[in-house]
């Protein structure tokens, strides 16, 4: 079973930067693309974008196109997301996720999330 592992979350102010980063278990890993997607407490999670892993094309929710870049290492099986501009309300459990298939509209693998906190 593939396990995807996220570091990096925190504790910043706002307008300040924060990368999160997300390891597959697996160098042999086979995925379709992997995103984030992120929770606030009281509220549903939330899609926050994704990477097509072979082309490298990027899709963002609205509310961080513009702030948030997602990248990857293929090398390394591992996803990026640089969250710069952060506000208050980007506050969450960021979690990653990893689809198999083009035609998968939910994600077949979840990290165990990572915490962001910004504050004001």
């Known amino acids: 079973q593939v396990q995807l592992v996220e570091s990096g979350g925190g504790l910043v102010q706002a307008g300040g930067s924060l990368r999160l980063s997300c390891a597959a278990s697996e160098r042999s890993f086979s995925t379709h693309r992997m995103g984030w997607f992120r929770q606030a407490p009281g509220k549903e999670r939330e899609f926050v974008g994704f990477?097509?892993?072979?082309?490298?094309?990027?899709v963002y929710a609205d509310s961080v196109k513009g702030r948030f870049t997602i990248s990857r290492d293929i090398a390394k099986t591992t996803v990026y997301l640089q969250m710069n501009s952060l506000k208050p309300e980007d506050t969450a459990i960021y979690y990653c996720?990893?689809?198999?298939?083009?035609?998968?509209?939910?994600?077949?693998?979840w990290g165990q999330g990572t915490q962001v906190t910004v504050s004001s």
């Open positions: 996720v990893s689809y198999k298939s083009p035609i998968n509209i939910s994600p077949d693998y």
């Open positions: 990477i097509i892993w072979s082309g490298g094309w990027t």
